[in-house]
C-alpha cells in the first residue's frame, strides 16, 4: 500500500501533468492525494517542501533508471527509447516523474534548482547509454530520440500513425556499432 508521502508526491506530478503548475495547489494537491491539507502539511511543510520532494524523487528514479538503462536485457538503447516513448514509461518509473518536474522548470522560484536535477538525470542518461555506445556522439543521439519522445509524451502529442517505435529502434540499428553491447536486441531495419 503507498504510504501518505508517495500518494501527495503522485498527486502533485498528475496534477502538474495534467493541468500545469498553476493547478497544483497545496489545497488541490491535498484532495488529489486524499490527504487533509494538514496530513500534506505533515510531509511538506510548504510548496518548496513539494517541489523539493518532486526533486528527491527524480534523483531516485533516475538512479533507479540509469541502472536499468544499464542492464536491460535487450540493450541501453531499446530501453531508453521505448520508455521515452508516449506511454512507454512504467508506472512509478522516472518518466512520469520527469513530466511534472518539466512542468515546473521555468519561471518559478524553484526553476534553478530544478535545472540542476534535470542536469543530473541527463548525466546519468547519458551515462548509461555511452556505456552502451561507445562513441559519444552516438550515444548523445539516442538520447536526443527519447528526449524527443519525452516532448512528445509531455505535450499529447501521439506518434505518427504509420510508425513505431520499432521502426525507429530498426532504423537506428544502422548507426549503432557492430559489438555485443552495441544494440542488442534491436530489430534489423527491413528497409
Known amino acids: 500500500m503507498t504510504g501518505a508521502r ?6 502533485y506530478e498528475t496534477l502538474l501533468i495534467g493541468h500545469g503548475p498553476g493547478s497544483a495547489t497545496l489545497d488541490a494537491v491535498a484532495a488529489a492525494a486524499e490527504v487533509s491539507k494538514g496530513g500534506l502539511l505533515y510531509h511538506f511543510a510548504s510548496k518548496d517542501a513539494l517541489v523539493t520532494g518532486l526533486l528527491d524523487r527524480l534523483r531516485e528514479r533516475s538512479a533507479a533508471d540509469a541502472d536499468a538503462i544499464r542492464t536491460a536485457p535487450d540493450g541501453a538503447v531499446d530501453y531508453y527509447i ?3 516513448a508516449p506511454g512507454g514509461g512504467q508506472p512509478g518509473g522516472v518518466t512520469r516523474t520527469y513530466l511534472a518536474v518539466l512542468r515546473i522548470a521555468d519561471g ?5 534548482a530544478v535545472r540542476e536535477a534535470l542536469a543530473v538525470v541527463h548525466a546519468e542518461e547519458y551515462d548509461a547509454l555511452h556505456a552502451e555506445l561507445a562513441d559519444p556522439v552516438l550515444a548523445w543521439i ?3 530520440v ?3 519522445l519525452y516532448l512528445r509524451t509531455l ?3 501521439p506518434l505518427p500513425t504509420e510508425l513505431t517505435v520499432d521502426a525507429l529502434l530498426a532504423r537506428m540499428r ?14 534489423e ?3
Open 174 to 187: 544502422r548507426y549503432l556499432p557492430d559489438t555485443p553491447a552495441g544494440g542488442r536486441g534491436l530489430p
Open 6 to 11: 508517495d500518494r501527495v508526491l503522485d498527486a
Open 146 to 148: 527519447g528526449d524527443g
Open 108 to 112: 518559478s522560484e524553484t526553476g534553478q
Open 155 to 157: 505535450t499529447g502529442t
Open 142 to 144: 539516442a538520447q536526443l
Open 189 to 191: 531495419d527491413p528497409a
Open 82 to 84: 521505448r520508455t521515452s
